[in-house]
């Protein structure tokens, strides 16, 4: 009876070790995949049962049991990340639990540039193969509350940048990062701007800064630009800048702006109304704030293109109307 057990206990210790092999072979053995690269999203407050049978149905050749064993042998099947992931050909079902514990979702990017309008961005948020699109469609002032904003009008709000995100992430999160970032932004210039800028508040900074965007694309210029508009504010002159005038036309501009246009009263035009127009016309980059709110001292109060991505500055209407008639023949004053 003795030998029999020690017999018994002998196979049953020759099956488990060739359990524990086969169990450590099949870990280890890549798994097949119906396409490359396998994408999946696993939902918020998903177990591990439901995230094996989203892996599965997404094209993972692999048992949902052996993930759902893995996860409780090394006691972590509580402790996956949602998101959206991303594996590749040759990944192992040890490899693609340690993926699922740390969170390792899979990115896209989506770059904001400086100068774009609210409509541009958007135009090209909403063309993003890898966000939900949960604002598609929604009202401006709408989208607004969505992401928590006080203000209604979006324009010149969102900071422009490169933002990372998980792949099937809402767009509405993108949203509310670069509205944050451009509060930050905001906020620390303002704190450490000149001293009596003619600027209301931070908002009306971030109106000039937007103006500043657009005026100029040259470095070097940017502060000189923004010493001419904060000059004439404070001696209540005509900001008289092209920009505005092309923003308040909206659709109806034609890329050729016109003596009418010039004319045409609307809330943005600047030669026909005095101050800052009602929001700003673009989005800003850091650049642009730091000039509106750190303008150097200088007497300027006109420019004018050169025509080589440079501004001739001139102190007096006289030398401005020569600056022109020299780098814009037939250029109107």
Same mark, same amino acid.
């Given at each position: ?8 206990? !002998? ?8 359990? *524990? ?14 396409? @490359?690269? !396998? @994408? ?22 692999? #048992?949902?049991?052996?993930? !759902?064993?893995?996860? /409780? ?7 996956? /990340? ?16 340690? /993926? ?11 770059? %904001? ?52 995100? +998980? ?28 001293? @009596? ?16 965007? /657009? @005026? ?63 929001? #700003? ?10 000039? +509106? ?9 006109? %420019? ?19 600056? *022109? ?9």
């Amino acid at each position: 009876m003795r030998k029999l057990l020690v017999k018994l206990f !002998l196979v049953a210790a020759v099956v488990l070790l060739l359990l *524990v092999a086969a169990l450590a072979w099949v870990v280890q053995t890549p798994i097949g995949m119906a396409h @490359e690269p !396998l @994408e999946f999203t696993i939902l918020p407050g998903s177990s591990m049962r439901a995230a094996a049978r989203e892996i599965a149905a997404a094209g993972a050749e692999t #048992p949902s049991w052996l993930l !759902l064993l893995l996860g /409780k042998w090394q006691r972590v099947d509580t402790s996956i /990340k949602a998101g959206s992931y991303e594996i590749a050909r040759g990944v192992t079902p040890l490899e693609l639990l340690s /993926k699922l514990t740390r969170g390792d979702v899979s990115q896209s990017d989506l770059v %904001f540039i400086e100068g774009w309008t609210f409509r541009q961005m958007r135009e090209r948020l909403d063309a993003h193969p890898d966000l939900r699109h949960d604002t598609a469609g929604l009202p401006e002032a709408d989208l607004m509350r969505l992401i928590g904003a006080p203000e209604a009008a979006a324009e010149g709000l969102f900071f422009p940048d490169t933002y990372f995100f +998980a792949k099937r992430s809402s767009d509405v999160d993108l949203l509310a990062r670069a509205y944050r970032a451009m509060q930050q932004h905001l906020a620390r210039e303002w704190q450490a701007r000149a001293a @009596e800028l003619p600027y209301a508040d931070a908002y009306q900074a971030l109106i000039m800064a937007s103006i500043v965007e /657009k @005026e100029t694309g040259r470095a070097d210029d940017r502060p000189l630009v923004a010493g001419v508009f904060v000059n004439r504010l404070r001696q209540g002159m005509l900001l008289q800048t092209d920009p505005t005038v092309i923003y308040g036309l909206g659709d109806a501009f034609d890329g050729n702006l016109r003596k009418r246009d010039l004319l045409a009263d609307t809330p943005f035009n600047t030669y026909t109304r005095r101050g800052l127009p009602p929001t #700003p016309i673009a989005m800003p980059g850091l650049a642009s704030l730091q000039a +509106a709110l750190h303008p150097p001292a200088t007497e300027a109060l006109y %420019f004018v293109a050169r025509g080589d991505g440079s501004s001739h500055f001139s102190p007096s209407l006289d030398e401005h109307n020569r600056a *022109v008639r020299r780098f814009q023949k037939g250029g109107r004053p």
